[in-house]
């Protein structure tokens, strides 16, 4: 199973402030799609993780979340250490950029 595959805690550093976050990820049979949940701490809200793809330790995904009225459509772009237990990477919605660190906390 990729190392994706799992629990881990976020935490995106954004224009509208830093966005903690549990994400559940299941990686496919394939070995190569994924999806998930996002739960966000700040909110209690749960969000889709979508069409999320692997290459290697590279991975891309999609999520959208409601921030205040408005809801946002983001694509991500992360890399897990060689470990699978840390991951980083940018997150891009509309003209917003924003980056992200993770930590593997449950396989």
Request: glycine share 12%.
């Amino acid at each position: 199973m990729h190392p994706i595959n799992g629990k881990w805690r976020i935490v995106a550093q954004t224009p509208v402030g830093t966005m903690p976050s549990i994400d559940e990820i299941n990686v496919n049979e394939d070995g190569l799609t994924f999806q998930g949940v996002m739960h966000d701490e700040r909110s209690g809200k749960d969000y889709p993780i979508i069409n999320g793809k692997i290459n290697g330790m590279d991975v891309t995904f999609q999520a959208s979340m409601k921030i205040g009225l408005i809801k946002m459509d983001f694509d991500l772009e992360g890399h897990l250490a060689d470990d699978g237990q840390t991951c980083h990477g940018t997150a891009k919605a509309m003209m917003m950029k924003g980056t992200f660190e993770g930590t593997k906390i449950e396989e």
